[in-house]
């Protein structure tokens, strides 16, 4: 199913106000993990690709995935089989091991962006029975936009990430918190153009949301709050 941009905000704004409604009001860092077991997913944390590939899977049905002994491949490695029931979601435990300062902020978009996968796209691998599980390569968490010459798969994952920055960075939250960091009195009502002194407020606002630098920005470009000419 491809949806609008408008039916992805409402969408996300729908489980905000659902499940964290403070969230709609007031800048705040989303427990990834707490959504995902408000959605009835259970979730843990494997091995599931010998070279960094594979960031995350969702099981919409019950299946099976190999799990590596380690997330780096040495000569003589091999995976065993485990059998996973549908609801489930595997994030690969590398996100956890990393010691990277943009680590926990890259966990918890990866965690959301497969439970973005649960919320909007439940219905097309129901519909379709020969894909029980939806593989996220570490390329598909890169972009938020999409246009119809895409396939379907790629435009599901575009789409999951672009409810997964509305869902972490609700649309009214993000907007009113950029222009307050850049003391405005009042929201413009067209995009302004980006200028480099307003790094300093996506640096201010971004720890507010559990997110790194980038994410704010593209959501606000997204948004059509700010804009590069």
């Known amino acids: 199913m491809i949806y609008s941009r408008d039916y992805l905000e409402d969408m996300a704004d729908t489980i905000n106000k659902d499940f964290f409604p403070e969230r709609l009001s007031s800048p705040s860092i989303l427990d990834a993990y707490d959504l995902l077991e408000a959605l009835g997913c259970e979730y843990e944390w ?9 960031m995350g899977i969702t099981f919409f049905g019950d299946g099976y995935w190999h ?53 909007k796209d439940k219905h097309f691998f129901e519909t379709h029975p020969n894909s029980i599980l939806q593989t996220c390569y ?31 960075m609700p649309q009214k939250t993000i907007t009113e918190a950029f222009f307050k ?22 640096a201010e606002i971004a720890p507010k949301f559990g997110m790194n630098f980038n994410p704010v920005k593209y959501r606000l470009k997204d948004l059509n709050v700010i804009c590069e000419v």
């Open 138 to 168: 570490k390329n598909d968490f890169e972009k938020t936009y999409w246009n119809n010459s895409m396939s379907e798969l790629e435009i599901i994952e575009r789409q999951a990430n672009y409810l997964d920055a509305a869902i972490h």
């Open 46 to 54: 494997k091995y599931i690709s010998p070279d960094d590939s594979i």
């Open 181 to 202: 960091a850049g003391r405005y009195r009042h929201i413009p009502d067209k995009p302004i153009e980006f200028k480099g002194y307003m790094r300093a407020w996506i």
């Open 67 to 119: 799990i590596w002994p380690k997330g780096t491949y040495s000569v003589g490695d091999k995976p065993s089989i485990e059998v996973f029931k549908k609801g489930t979601v595997i994030i690969n435990q590398r996100l956890l091991d990393s010691k990277s300062k943009t680590a926990s902020c890259s966990e918890r978009f990866v965690v959301t962006h497969e439970a973005a996968h649960w919320i």
